[in-house]
């Protein structure tokens, strides 16, 4: 008699069926499909916005680097000449804080000087890491 009371109880219970189960997957499907586009696509344009500020944080302590000895580091010593002393005359770094940080899709940052646009050049190739591209794959320069 006791079984057949938790039986009964049991039995009086209801739970999801496997249709009601498949339509909200569904559902949550398409609501991932219709919004993970757009949110990848922010952090894309993100990474962009954080190579542009990384690159104007180096350009200061390129700046002052020059301030400090009358010219910018040759292409041969790069951005490290902003941590330890190629043997410039006037040299008072370190002029970064940290290290040299790589790009937000974490390559080096590419660094010329004299450069073409300007006294220097300092440039992220984006996410692809080759020369051109649109949105996220876009360079991001010291020039623009």
Known sequence: MENEVKFERLRGQRGFTLVELIVVMVILGLLAALVGPQIFGKVGMANQKAAKTQIEMLGQGLDQFRLDTGRYPTTSEGLN??????????????????????????????????????????????????????????DVTSWE
């Open 81 to 138: 000449a902003l941590l330890t002393d190629p043997g410039a005359p006037g040299w008072d770094g370190p002029y970064l804080k940290k290290a040299v940080p790589n790009d937000p899709w974490k390559r080096p940052y590419h660094y010329e000087s004299p450069g073409t646009h300007g006294d220097y050049d300092l440039i992220s190739y984006g996410a692809d890491g080759s020369t051109g591209g649109e949105k996220e794959n876009s």
